[in-house]
């Protein structure tokens, strides 16, 4: 079955190596979260907030290997008053979990878009 594990984190401000370094650790988090393998992977939608330009987020995929999996970047809709600074991501892959089974991530600033869904992690 084909499922999908959201993420989301925040950024201090417009640098390429912030955006690349803090997707790493959003993408890192889902992987461990849900104990996914890059071979069940499908694809990956990335989106930024309109104040983030400074780097795509697929970079941090790709140098952590993830060569052979297609991935997507977009600019998030402007809503006045959402959250700055954010990243976000749609993680499709394969799997045998039921949708509650599913973890979802959402770190720094990110948490208040889910506190539901929240792990204590930072």
């Known amino acids: 079955m084909v ?3 959201r993420g989301a984190i925040t950024v201090e401000s417009n640098d ?3 955006i690349i370094q803090e997707t ?3 993408l890192s988090a889902i992987l461990e979260e849900n104990q ?3 071979d069940e992977m499908i694809s990956v939608i990335f989106t930024m907030t309109n ?3 400074a ?3 697929a970079v941090a995929a790709r140098q952590i290997g993830w060569t052979s999996i297609p991935l997507m970047c977009m600019k998030e809709i402007e809503v006045p008053g959402s959250l700055e600074k954010c ?3 749609l993680v499709q892959f394969n799997s045998e ?3 509650d089974e599913i973890k979802h991530v959402y770190l720094k600033g990110a948490k208040v878009l889910r506190p539901d869904l929240s792990s204590g992690k930072e």
Do not use: M, Q, S, Y
């Open 24 to 26: 790493k650790v959003l």
């Open 3 to 5: 499922r999908a594990a």
């Open 36 to 38: 996914l393998k890059i």
């Open 51 to 53: 104040d983030l330009n």
């Open 55 to 57: 780097a795509f987020p």
């Open 16 to 18: 390429a190596n912030e």
């Open 87 to 89: 990243i976000r991501v």
């Open 97 to 99: 979990k039921g949708l």
